[in-house]
């Protein structure tokens, strides 16, 4: 059993998704931040683990929920974690169909998710520079000295990637032309020309995370009020 779990001020504001059940610094930040400011936080509970597992005819899958979101992306999951049937695909593909119903993504300002890595897996800003991994999938990165590289966003729009650097944060803007396909929201975002950002914090950040999300919703929400002490 899958929960997607809506956490709704009532109050406007950005909408949220946490989609990786064990991250919960990112749960614990988005909530303190509309408590006060407003907005909605959906997330994926399930085992209070990264990847989802099901049963289908006998045979057990996994797959990690960020790489969903195109059936290459759900091909190499699957891959990666278990192993592949066209069962299986069509099986997260109205699993994945089913959530973007749910957060109506079209319908949002933006899209932002939120997620915490571990400092032992080394996944920071520094990965995304010239001399890094993942240096193909960032056109622009902007590092900021006293900022742990391993709390960042990640956007898909040149405009927001202005605004965050100019406010000193750590930013990369997404490749979007020459990006691969691995199924993730940043992706499929991209493609069907939707605002995304992550904001992707180390875990235990609470405070730093609430902060980077706070100054997000301000840049939507320019005027708007806090609604709790």
Same mark, same amino acid.
């Given at each position: ?6 956490? &709704? ?5 950005? +909408?949220?998704?946490?989609?990786? &059940?064990?991250?919960?610094? =990112? ?20 085992? %209070? ?10 045979? #057990? ?8 979101? !195109? ?11 278990? !192993? ?8 997260? +593909? ?29 996944? !920071?800003? #520094? ?20 900022? &742990? ?6 956007? +898909? #729009? !040149? ?6 650097? /100019?406010?000193? /944060? ?9 990006? +691969? ?7 499929? =975002? ?7 950002? %992550? ?14 999300? /706070? ?15």
């Amino acid at each position: 059993t899958i929960d997607l779990v809506l956490h &709704d001020t009532a109050v406007p504001g950005l +909408t949220y998704l946490n989609i990786h &059940d064990e991250e919960n610094t =990112s749960v614990r930040a988005a909530l303190d931040t509309i408590k006060l400011s407003g907005g909605r936080v959906f997330e994926l509970k399930h085992s %209070n683990t990264r990847n989802i597992t099901f049963n289908l005819d006998g045979v #057990e899958y996994e797959f990690d929920p960020n790489r969903i979101f !195109s059936e290459a992306g759900i091909t190499a999951s699957l891959e990666r974690f278990s !192993s592949v049937s066209d069962e299986a695909i069509a099986a997260v +593909t109205l699993f994945a169909d089913e959530l973007l119903q749910q957060i109506k993504p079209a319908e949002l300002n933006i899209l932002v998710t939120l997620h915490n890595n571990e400092r032992r897996d080394n996944y !920071s800003i #520094e990965r995304f520079t010239a001399d890094g991994d993942y240096a193909n999938e960032a056109l622009k990165i902007s590092i900021i000295d006293d900022i &742990d590289p391993n709390d960042f966003y990640f956007v +898909t #729009e !040149s405009n927001l990637f202005i605004q965050l650097s /100019q406010n000193n /944060q750590n930013v990369v803007l997404q490749d979007n032309e020459h990006m +691969t396909d691995d199924g993730s929201l940043s992706v499929w =975002s991209a493609q069907h020309q939707i605002p995304y950002a %992550n904001i992707e914090v180390q875990e235990g950040h609470r405070r730093v995370q609430a902060r980077m999300i /706070q100054l997000l919703h301000e840049m939507y929400f320019p005027d708007s009020d806090l609604i709790a002490d």
